[in-house]
């Protein structure tokens, strides 16, 4: 049974993946046995997830980047193809938080949000696709959000972008389905995380999300390793277009 879940010698790429969920998921798979490659754009948050990698046994590359980049996807699949030779796997994670009311939210800052969540995650598919098509096999995990799910107030631009990585995920998973490659989302409630850092540290609003969560606390990083190694293995080949939430029970209703 537990073989079901080995992905042993797999190349995964992970964006975002210097900290926070990223971190956390680069570990998982290279406990379950893959080799990781990550990007982010900071390099030494990089170096320490690498290291973490590494440490359980597995090979690790960094590949320094902004997803919203439009250069960054082909490169960081060219140093993945020339180090390892490879990819089986890409999660698309990296995401960037904006708050603000509508009517004083800038063009530039809608932009960014949609860039970074929506349009890096396209980007990175369209790079790794023609890799994946060709070898008849791939896994795609995309980070969306209960924030996808449901509406919050003056977070527009981020709720927009991540129902849009659930509509991606579902028309992907259509398109690519019929040619080995399983599409699949996680939908993260609210996490300790760098991002989250803003809602951690004010009381009365952390309080009130938790109030709304069944399970009646917010959750920790390597909660979700397991989904994202269950979506990576052949333990979920014939699961196709499904937003998994990992959320503590919070879009129960």
């Known amino acids: 049974m537990t073989d079901l879940f080995r992905i042993d010698d797999q190349v995964a790429l992970i ?6 969920l990223g971190r956390a998921m680069a570990v998982g798979l290279a406990k379950a046995g893959a080799d990781v490659v990550v990007v982010a754009r900071r390099e030494s948050d990089l170096a320490e997830t690498v290291a973490a990698v590494e440490a359980v046994g597995r090979r690790g590359l960094a590949v320094v980047g902004d997803v919203a980049d439009v250069a960054t ?17 890409l999660i698309n994670n990296a995401g960037l938080y904006d708050m603000g009311p509508v009517e004083q939210t800038e063009d530039e800052a809608w932009r960014a949000v949609l860039d970074v969540n929506l349009m890096g ?9 023609p890799h994946f098509l060709k070898q008849g096999s791939g896994k795609v995990v995309n980070i969306a959000s209960v924030l996808g799910t449901f509406g919050v107030g003056e977070a527009t631009a981020y ?17 690519w389905g019929g040619q080995g490659i399983a599409v699949n989302a996680i939908a993260p409630g609210l996490f300790d995380t760098d ?28 909660e979700i390793v397991g989904t994202a190694v269950y ?3 052949s333990a979920s080949n014939h699961v196709i277009g499904q937003v998994i939430h990992v959320d503590g029970g919070a879009t129960i209703s």
């Open 15 to 20: 964006t975002g993946g210097g900290r926070g």
């Open 73 to 89: 996807a082909p490169r960081a699949v060219d140093a993945a193809l020339a180090t390892f030779g490879r990819i089986d796997i």
């Open 121 to 129: 995650s396209f980007r990175f598919a369209k790079a790794v696709g």
């Open 159 to 175: 709720c927009t972008a991540k129902a849009g990585i659930m509509g991606f995920t579902r028309s992907l998973a259509v398109e």
């Open 195 to 222: 991002m989250s850092a803003g809602v951690m540290q004010n009381k009365d609003f952390y309080d009130g999300i938790v109030a709304g969560i069944p399970r009646g606390r917010h959750g920790d990083p390597d």
């Open 231 to 233: 979506l990576c293995s």
